[in-house]
């Protein structure tokens, strides 16, 4: 009884399909991992901008809301000098009052050290125009604009509102 022996392969093939493998699925994969990275910094970017903007709503509307009940508790509004704008409130013993203006592209209250923007600088908040004035034909209504820019993505945010004061307001 013979016995069958298996024929050895020969392995020179192996190597050189090998090889062709390496060839057409290394490009391939560096392909793809550039797909990944563009895909992954483009997200950044996008996330950043998206932040840049929220914070430059949020810091406008914030800003609002604060001149807005500044005048509600006011009993005058007026520009003391081009683009400073006081609003008067009559106490028992004295009249204070808030001062709003612009400095090198932010609101500020009262004085410079208290800016009541630009407080985020990952959104470049930037006011470029801040105005109060009174309606010609309603005494007493007040019309109040701001305009700002995000430094990052270059886009801009408005507000308007206008403002009704009492007569009775300070109980005068």
């Not at 105005?131 to 701001?146: F, V």
């Not at 430094?151 to 004061?165: D, I, K, P, W």
Request: with cysteine; aromatic share 10%; glycine share 6%.
């Amino acid at each position: 009884m013979e016995r069958c022996q298996a024929i050895p392969k020969d392995t020179n093939d192996a190597r050189g399909f090998l090889l062709m493998e390496l060839a057409v699925s290394l490009p391939i994969f560096a392909l793809l991992l550039s797909f990944l990275a563009f895909a992954i910094v483009w997200s950044w970017r996008s996330y950043q901008n998206e932040i840049a903007d929220a914070e430059l709503r949020q810091e406008m509307q914030i800003a609002a809301a604060r001149i807005v009940e500044s005048a509600l508790l006011s009993d005058h509004i007026g520009e003391r000098q081009r683009g400073v704008y006081e609003m008067q409130q009559r106490t028992w013993d004295h009249v204070p009052q808030d001062r709003y203006w612009l400095s090198d592209g932010r609101l500020v209250l009262n004085a410079v050290t208290s800016p009541i923007t630009g407080a985020f600088g990952g959104a470049g908040v930037h006011i470029e125009a801040f105005s109060i004035r009174e309606d010609a034909q309603r005494p007493r209504l007040y019309h109040i604009e701001m305009r700002g820019v995000s430094m990052v993505t270059g886009r801009s945010y408005s507000l308007a509102t206008a403002v009704y004061l009492r007569e009775d307001m300070g109980g005068t």
